[in-house]
């Protein structure tokens, strides 16, 4: 990588001014100084939300208390998530965990900001985990190997200020868009719990009563058998808390140790026996039909004059049918837990009108669309703030420094 002639490459080290381990104190309900950990770290950023807290002495918290600017390095972690590192910007009193180490940089040589971007490139990463001590699901990075080790591509000071007031742009249109998501999302969440319980109806249906049936008054079990076929072939899972069929294309029939194996269609409602009592429940798509699965996913039709899929596909994801699943589900913990197709046949639904459900799914699906769009858009930004780190980071653009910092 060549870099601009005017940039240079230093050690980490020489650009930190001082290096701290966190505490290791226990969280405390009774405690009054807020701890930071990995799960405040968030693409870069601290995040305070609703910390833990310590009971520490004022001795502890004057050598441990953390300044606006001050780089938080997960120094312990899954090898994902080892080197993540966020920048604090806060005021008060802050502390974080042991397994974090606090960089304060020299500001004369850095800005803070841009090293925080560089230190999350997945360049960056990517060397931060060849750094790593490897062991049994867990990684460490020692703090002063990292700043023997670790090389910063330098710009000039101002140019790194008009990089990151850049990227902060960026960052500010990411998390604008994140946020109109979750209230689309919990906006969504309120309507469900309304809409699906009865509990609101619309003013042509107001007052008019639901049916009070059984999930096998709603479906049918329909096992289509087949054959395993001799070749690749296109397979299916379901995955848990309702988020629906994947597909895994081009599937070697020896990989799997069955004589038969059993067809979904577009419409069908299938089930993970296996995970039902974590929500594996899905509506199958369309890109789906003609998959094939295993008889641990069960495949049921919808009786058309009860109910259909567009209305289910939301029903499944209620908290209390994945709860009646679990109670379909006997047995241990996990794989021990298989769901039973009779109780799940007797898991009770209150069924508005077929004209009520059209009405419903109208509305959610309307939501659902939102959010899609809202979070293509987040993914675009997300991709489009990527290609921009990379380029402005290594120099293949630049951007113009103020005239005084």
């Known amino acids: 990588m060549k870099l601009p002639t005017e940039w240079r490459v230093l050690p980490f080290g020489e650009v930190v001014e ?21 799960k405040n770290i968030n693409d870069g950023q601290v995040v305070v939300g609703n910390p833990d807290r310590v009971s520490i002495t004022e001795a502890v918290l004057a050598k441990q208390r953390l300044k606006d600017g001050d780089l938080l390095f997960n120094r312990t ?13 806060e005021s008060g009193d802050f502390v974080c965990a042991s397994y974090l180490v606090r960089f304060r ?4 040589l850095v800005d803070p900001r841009y ?5 999350n490139t997945s360049h960056s990463q990517r060397i931060m985990r060849q750094l790593a001590t490897k062991a049994v699901a867990q990684a460490n990075i020692n703090p002063t190997s990292l700043q023997r080790k670790f090389l ?11 990089i990151a007031d850049l990227l902060e742009f960026w960052d500010d249109d990411i998390c604008r868009t994140e946020s109109r998501l979750g209230k689309k999302l919990e906006f969504k969440r309120g309507l ?21 049936l059984h999930l096998g008054d709603i479906v049918n079990f329909e096992p289509r058998v087949v054959p395993k076929p001799k070749g690749a072939f296109l397979a299916a899972g379901i995955r848990s808390h309702g988020k629906g069929v994947f597909l895994k294309r081009d599937f070697e029939a020896e990989d799997i140790a069955l004589d038969e194996l059993f067809v979904l269609r577009a419409d069908d409602l299938v089930v993970n026996i296996t995970f039902g009592w974590e929500g594996a429940a899905a509506i199958v798509p369309s890109e789906a039909d003609g998959a094939l699965v295993s008889h641990r996913f069960p495949t049921f039709t919808f009786k058309p004059a009860v109910s259909f899929p567009g209305y289910f596909r939301h029903v499944i994801k209620q908290k209390r049918f994945v709860h009646a699943m679990g109670l379909a589900s006997p047995g241990g913990a996990g794989r021990n837990r298989v769901l039973s197709k009779t109780e799940f046949m007797r ?6 009108s077929m004209a009520e459900q059209e009405r419903i799914a109208t509305v959610l699906n ?22 921009l780190m990379q380029k402005l980071l290594t120099g293949e653009i630049r951007v113009k420094a103020p005239d005084k910092i």
């Open 105 to 108: 940089l020299r500001r004369n």
């Open 152 to 162: 910063l591509p330098l710009p000039p000071r101002q140019e790194q200020v008009a």
């Open 18 to 38: 001082h290096s701290q381990y966190g505490i290791s104190t226990p969280t405390s309900p009774d405690g009054t100084i807020p701890i930071l950990g990995m």
């Open 366 to 387: 309307d939501c659902d669309r939102e959010i899609e769009l809202l979070q293509k858009q987040l993914d675009a930004l997300k991709e489009q703030k990527r290609g």
């Open 192 to 212: 469900m719990q309304q809409l699906l319980t009865g509990q609101t109806q619309f003013k042509e249906f107001k007052g008019k009563p639901w049916r009070k």
């Open 347 to 352: 898991i009770p639904i209150d069924l508005p």
């Open 115 to 119: 090293v925080c971007y560089l230190f």
């Open 77 to 89: 972690n899954s090898l994902d998530l080892v080197g993540k590192t966020g920048l604090f910007r």
